[in-house]
């Protein structure tokens, strides 16, 4: 048995989960006449953005009663959803199912199974609600296995609200208020409206720029085609995009 003495006047955090957030501005040396600063979200701990609005929609799912101790969440993901929920599964000692199209990066996979999550490989289908596609084999999960909740990323209003509440005064706090325009890319919308929602609250001239997918629901208006990039195309109607009006 031993002891370890903490002196008290040492910072530092209970748990993995309180370092989300708060992740550095780096000026990008682009040729430009405006000042290019990109936000390091990698630097999270489950190494992407998604570590917010995950974080988001378990606590917001814990308060409502929706998600009871050693329950089990399960989501569909394009990756980085599904390693945070599985690295806050892990800390929060819940089981979690993540189901991903076949175009997720081997590095994604991996990453889900290094936090114990099991993972369920769907295959690539063009509208989000095929019976196939990892979509709809999520839902069918979450109603067949007990005590499952589903944060069901492309509809939760916790996911922008995550964003208001933390990326977007993030921004302008690190930027002085001196911010023009954000882009961000867009695949549930949740990072665009809720940081774009902020942003135009403090100044409604900033102007805010999401990147989709050329072949998305969205984009195509609603004759989408497969298409292999990962994490961004606004697949579906979605009341996230409401969200930031």
Same mark, same amino acid.
């Given at each position: 048995?031993?002891?370890?003495?903490?002196?008290?006047?040492?910072?530092?955090?209970?748990?993995?989960?309180?370092?989300?957030?708060?992740?550095?501005?780096?000026?990008?040396?682009?040729?430009?006449?405006?000042?290019?600063?990109?936000?390091?979200?990698?630097?999270?701990?489950?190494?992407?953005?998604?570590?917010?609005?995950?974080?988001?929609?378990?606590?917001?799912? %814990?308060?409502?009663?929706?998600? @009871?101790? $050693?329950? /089990?969440?399960?989501? +569909?993901?394009? #990756?980085?959803? *599904?390693?945070?929920?599985?690295?806050?599964?892990?800390?929060?000692?819940?089981?979690?199912?993540?189901?991903?199209?076949?175009?997720?990066?081997?590095?994604?996979?991996?990453?889900?199974?290094?936090?114990?999550?099991?993972?369920?490989?769907?295959?690539?289908?063009?509208?989000?609600?095929?019976?196939?596609?990892?979509?709809?084999?999520?839902?069918?999960?979450?109603?067949?296995?007990?005590?499952?909740?589903?944060?069901?990323?492309?509809?939760?209003?916790?996911?922008?609200?995550?964003?208001?509440?933390?990326?977007?005064? %993030?921004?302008?706090?690190?930027? @002085?208020? $001196?911010? /023009?325009?954000?882009? +961000?890319?867009? #695949?549930?919308? *949740?990072?665009?409206?809720?940081?774009?929602?902020?942003?135009?609250?403090?100044?409604?001239?900033?102007?805010?720029?999401?990147?989709?997918?050329?072949?998305?629901?969205?984009?195509?208006?609603?004759?989408?085609?497969?298409?292999?990039?990962?994490?961004?195309?606004?697949?579906?109607?979605?009341?996230?995009?409401?969200?930031?009006?």
């Amino acid at each position: 048995m031993f002891f370890i003495s903490i002196d008290t006047s040492i910072q530092y955090h209970n748990n993995i989960l309180s370092t989300i957030g708060n992740t550095p501005l780096v000026k990008i040396n682009f040729e430009s006449r405006a000042a290019i600063y990109a936000k390091l979200e990698y630097l999270n701990p489950g190494g992407s953005i998604k570590d917010r609005s995950a974080l988001a929609m378990i606590e917001d799912a %814990e308060r409502q009663g929706l998600l @009871r101790p $050693k329950g /089990t969440i399960i989501e +569909a993901s394009s #990756g980085n959803q *599904g390693i945070a929920l599985a690295m806050i599964g892990a800390v929060k000692k819940y089981r979690v199912i993540i189901t991903v199209s076949k175009k997720a990066s081997e590095e994604k996979k991996n990453a889900i199974h290094s936090y114990g999550a099991k993972l369920v490989v769907c295959p690539v289908v063009e509208r989000y609600d095929d019976p196939r596609g990892c979509w709809a084999v999520a839902k069918r999960l979450a109603r067949e296995i007990p005590h499952a909740f589903m944060p069901d990323q492309h509809f939760n209003l916790a996911n922008p609200d995550a964003h208001y509440r933390s990326t977007g005064p %993030e921004i302008w706090r690190q930027t @002085r208020g $001196k911010i /023009t325009h954000f882009f +961000a890319a867009a #695949g549930t919308a *949740g990072t665009i409206s809720g940081t774009g929602k902020y942003l135009k609250k403090k100044n409604p001239n900033v102007k805010i720029f999401g990147v989709d997918a050329a072949n998305s629901y969205f984009s195509t208006k609603g004759n989408q085609k497969p298409y292999q990039i990962e994490g961004m195309g606004i697949d579906h109607d979605t009341p996230i995009l409401i969200y930031y009006r």
